[in-house]
């Protein structure tokens, strides 16, 4: 059974940074593409950032380059997001996702809001 838990969101300034992390079990963690998503209130869900498998290859919405750093550490199954300068328009809910199996799997999510 996959499991994902996303911790790490928390109240912060603009300019601030926050590292959010996503706990993996139930499948072979380090093979699998890894993805952060975002939804804001009233808004779509929107891809981040991915942690692409085959090596150490990350891909970012174009507004987080430079900012963000999506991470893996296999041996505790765990996906990073090192955040830095964020903006108000980042706020959101995070979640971590993954495929497996044909079957696309988030987390509950963890809260992060950018506010002065």
């Known amino acids: ?6 911790s790490g969101g928390d109240l912060v300034q603009p300019g601030e940074s926050l590292k959010l992390s996503c706990e993996a079990s139930g499948f072979d963690f380090k093979n699998y593409r890894m993805s952060w998503v975002r939804q ?3 808004k779509e869900l929107e891809w981040v950032s991915s942690f692409n498998t085959g ?11 430079g900012r963000f750093i999506t991470y893996k550490d296999n041996d505790k199954s765990t996906l990073y997001l090192q955040m830095n300068n964020l903006t108000p328009e980042e706020t959101a809910t995070y979640y971590c ?4 199996l044909g079957k696309e799997e988030r987390g509950p999510g963890t809260q992060v809001t950018v506010s002065s």
């Open 55 to 65: 090596g150490t290859s990350t891909t970012y919405i174009d507004n987080a380059k």
């Open 40 to 42: 804001a209130p009233g």
């Open 1 to 6: 059974q996959v499991q994902l838990v996303e």
């Open 97 to 100: 996702r993954v495929n497996v």
